[in-house]
């Protein structure tokens, strides 16, 4: 058998022996639905509030400000869409840059043809923005900003926690898509002033599919997905519990 020698991890990485085997009794044995009464539904829902506990320690966040979704891409949907559409009547206003991933940029552009004002900064040869275009960017009617913390291509680091103070200095919301970086960077929400942040499982060798959204409590943002009332009715759909426990084992 031919020896593959992979070097993309920045796409994707395997999953952990460790990590599967943490996520097979959830596949096999306790495959019960974690929004039903009884008991085989009660210890998946107890499987998932373990995983969103350890999931928030790692990045210095409550429990509840937590949510579980199906990758990083909807998780920058719902970051982006949500704020926007649940602050619209405060303004119509977001600035991001030209190199975020297309989870973000298309799911922007989407928001123009709705009406939505975007400015997409420029960065310097490094891929780095400036701090000072950043901030001059900002208007009475700028509600969030969403800015990646390393990108996904060429690896540059963003300084996300004077991108945080500034936007904490004028009262907008900050997102960054940790997609890249969570696995590789500790990040602690609270100390880089980070109001929104996504991540997705596989990474850090975990499973495809699963992915969360940090949203700092106090922060407005709408659901996306209409359904169930499933996490906190802001992400409705069953939740995939072996994804889930596979997420909170990388982690």
Request: charged fraction near 25%; hydrophobic fraction near 35%; glycine fraction near 8%.
């Amino acid at each position: 058998m031919e020896k593959i020698r992979y070097f993309d991890h920045a796409a994707t990485t395997y999953v952990k022996k460790e990590v599967l085997e943490e996520m097979i009794p959830y596949f096999e044995l306790n495959y019960g639905n974690p929004s039903s009464i009884y008991k085989v539904g009660r210890e998946n829902k107890r499987a998932i509030e373990i995983s969103r506990e350890m999931v928030s320690k790692e990045l210095g966040a409550k429990p509840k400000e937590i949510y579980f979704t199906g990758c990083g891409s909807e998780s920058d949907n719902l970051a982006i869409k949500g704020v926007a559409y649940a602050n619209k009547a405060h303004g119509n206003h977001i600035i991001t840059t030209k190199i975020e991933h297309n989870a973000v940029l298309e799911t922007c552009e989407s928001l123009e043809e709705d009406g939505f004002k975007v400015t997409y900064l420029g960065v310097d040869k490094s891929g780095k923005i400036s701090l000072e275009e950043l901030e001059n960017a900002i208007t009475k009617n700028t509600i969030l900003i969403s800015i990646m913390t390393a990108n996904n291509e060429i690896g540059t680091i963003q300084p996300i926690k004077e991108i945080g103070e500034i936007a904490k200095r004028h009262h907008v919301a900050f997102h960054t898509d940790a997609v890249q970086a969570i696995g590789n960077l500790r990040i602690d929400v609270n100390e880089n002033n980070v109001d929104l942040l996504s991540l997705s499982a596989h990474k850090f060798y975990g499973p495809k599919g699963v992915g969360a959204l940090y949203v700092r409590e106090g922060i407005n943002f709408k659901k996306m997905q209409n359904g169930g009332h499933q996490e906190k009715n802001k992400r409705a759909g069953t939740e995939n519990v072996p994804g889930i426990v596979g997420l909170r084992k990388s982690h």
